[in-house]
């Protein structure tokens, strides 16, 4: 694994796990993650779908105990749709626990954890400068923008001051959430009796266009898009903007060597090119995609300039 | 019993008057730029019309709301400034805003300005409302299309004072509103930055021996038979082919229609009610107006609800009650 220079102001933190993953695979790969990985940040939580909470409960201290052991900060993302008295309770005890940042999914939560440190996170509307700031005025001490904001925009948030910048770069994109569930849909099934199909796509149901073309990825309540973000050759750029917090959005591929590679990519050891090619090799099934940082469509990818 | 006002949608000064003289309560405007969520060609009001639609409106008993309800492009604020500075100068009763930095600095330069949160900002919960009204006194929250019927009498009783609006009628969101990059994935423009979704600008009907395709940024989101009507193609409304089958994944081409469910929802202890449609003509506005002036005059006065058909004028003669109703989800 490519070692990366310690005084580097590079962070990385990796997402909550967005699908829903068996319990114990869950624990085993946060178990990993804070034993091998080279991430500074890990956000443990549910963020999709409350019906899922309750399975991952039972696991969620021990996960955290190892994962501060291992060194690592340790985020619990909250909700991001909070509609019914049972999820508001659950983000209440979230925003009551000690020891860990809480990442606000949603603006209740960011409300509940006020006058305290927390993160904005990427599924609030931070768009300008004027929202940014009133957050951090909350509390906020970290904001990890939403996915459609282009390149200028966030370098314009990254001036604030203030608030630590973090910017999505790897994984589905979360394009949005819903009341209803359409994994569930998917299989003639109402939400109430949803049997959990979502855990049978541990990246996410991919959704074709009517002449197959790949278009966007479904989970549970959430769509995402079908390509992966992979931001390499805009790493430089990021930084050039003041950005030096990047989020890792975890899939069922080695999350550990893809850590590696995009903190290598970061700290400019290895290439944008080479690390393309490598992260194709560690997630084979993924096509990859940059338009939104480059102000365009989300779903293209943009070449690098030579 | 609260007697619910009926909020009614004008992207014309022609549909201002249209709604008004059908028995609005209030009509939303936006102005002719990206600061409203109906930034459409054509569409929309100069600060004249708007001034000459509230001396409409205020001479008839109505009120006017100005809807700003984009998120502000970072480094440049004004734009959505001047729309609030220009709404509380022209005496519009109220501005629908979404982006926390832009009501917070309309509760600063304009206390006595009213503000409505939009459902673009969807708050979903009391203390998400809360946060809003008690940080920068917003008196009424429009609630985003996700919440059951229950699940709004029980916010209801947990943030009064502070007022609720639903929608009742039109284009319906499937996703939380606000909180939906899918347009942007596909066609760079979204409802959050550019106040567009699946927009005309990306859309292609493209006929073949077998029928229509219609298509929004080159991705094919529904095909229709020769002797079919296409459909628009809102990327929400699509089929597409997912776990072995297809169908349409998200939700069907549809409008919203809550006529029949109005008595639940005023015992709810909604505030006020929103007909969609500030991209309609105002034979629409009228015709859907109407029905609903009729239909909760019915119920205020304890009458039953009249029967009252909307088909002609619903998506693809669909309708639904929503996430309303549980099932829905």
């Known amino acids: 694994m490519t070692k990366h220079d310690p005084l580097s102001p590079v962070r990385l933190t990796l997402g909550p796990v967005l699908f829903n993953w068996r319990p114990e695979k869950l624990r085993d790969f946060y178990f990993r993650m804070a034993d091998e990985a080279d991430v500074d940040s890990v956000c443990v939580g549910e963020v999709v779908c409350s019906k899922r909470t309750p399975f991952f409960a039972p696991f969620v201290a021990e996960v955290v105990d190892r994962l501060h052991a291992a060194g690592k900060e340790v985020v619990l993302s909250s909700l991001a749709l909070i509609m019914t008295e049972r999820e508001a309770a659950q983000a209440r005890e979230l925003a009551q626990m000690d020891g860990v940042l809480v990442e606000a999914n949603d603006v209740s939560v960011a409300s509940m954890m006020a006058g305290r440190p927390f993160v904005a996170g990427p599924l609030l509307n931070i768009y300008n400068e004027g929202t940014l700031a009133y957050l951090r005025d909350l509390g906020a001490v970290r904001a990890c923008l939403p996915a459609e904001l282009p390149g200028p925009v966030i370098g314009t948030l990254a001036k604030t001051g203030g608030v630590e910048i973090e910017v999505q770069c790897f994984g589905r994109l979360p394009l949005a959430i819903s009341a209803r569930c359409y994994h569930a849909r998917s299989r003639n099934l109402a939400k109430d009796g949803c049997q959990y199909v979502c855990a049978e796509d541990p990246d996410g149901m991919d959704v074709d266009t009517l002449d197959d073309e790949a278009f966007l990825a479904v989970n549970g309540t959430q769509t995402m898009s079908y390509h992966y973000l992979g931001l390499l050759a805009e790493l430089g750029a990021l930084r050039g903007l003041g950005v030096n917090r990047f989020r890792l959005w975890p899939h069922n591929v080695d999350m550990v060597a893809v850590a590696g590679l995009l903190r290598s990519v970061a700290d400019g050891l290895v290439e944008p090119e080479d690390a393309a090619l490598r992260l194709s090799e560690l997630c084979p099934k993924a096509e990859f995609a940059n338009g939104y940082f480059h102000g365009r469509e989300g779903h293209r990818l943009i070449e690098a300039d030579a | ?329």
């Open chain 2, 1 to 329: 019993m609260i007697r619910p006002e009926l909020i009614c949608p004008a992207g014309t000064p022609a549909a201002l008057k249209s709604a008004v003289d059908s028995g609005a309560d209030c009509v939303y405007v936006g102005f002719r730029d990206e600061t409203n969520a109906r930034n459409f060609p054509g569409l929309n009001f100069s600060r004249k019309e708007l001034e000459e639609g509230i001396a409409y409106a205020h001479a008839r008993g109505a009120k006017v709301l100005v809807a700003i309800n984009t998120f502000p492009r970072a480094g440049h604020p004004q734009l959505w400034q001047a729309a609030v500075d220009d709404s509380a100068r022209l005496g519009a009763d109220a501005v629908i805003l979404a982006d926390i930095g832009l009501i917070d600095y309309a509760a600063r330069t304009h206390p006595e300005l009213r503000l409505h949160l939009s459902v673009q900002a969807a708050a979903s919960n009391p203390q998400a409302i809360a946060f809003y009204a008690e940080r920068f006194g917003v008196k009424r929250v429009v609630l985003p299309r996700v919440l059951t019927v229950p699940e709004i009498a029980a916010i209801n009783r947990a943030v009064a004072p502070v007022e609720t609006e639903v929608f009742v009628f039109g284009g319906l969101c499937v996703m939380a509103e606000g909180r939906c990059a899918l347009s942007s994935y596909a066609t760079g423009q979204s409802p959050n930055m550019n106040g567009v979704c699946s927009p005309a600008s990306h859309v292609r009907y493209v006929e073949s021996g077998r029928g229509i395709t219609s298509q929004l940024a080159g991705f094919t989101i529904n095909q229709f038979g020769l002797n079919e009507p296409a459909g628009y193609p809102t990327l929400c409304k699509g089929r597409f082919n997912a776990a072995g089958k297809t169908s349409y994944l998200f939700e069907e081409p549809t409008s919203l229609n809550t006529l029949a469910m109005l008595p639940d929802l005023i015992n709810a202890g909604v505030a006020a009610f929103k007909i969609e449609g500030r991209q309609r003509g105002r034979a629409y506005v009228a015709a859907v107006v109407q029905a609903f002036r009729q239909s909760v005059d019915a119920v205020m006065a304890g009458r039953p609800l009249p029967d009252i058909n909307l088909d002609s004028i619903t998506e693809g003669g669909r309708q639904t009650t929503g996430a309303y109703e549980k099932a829905w989800r």
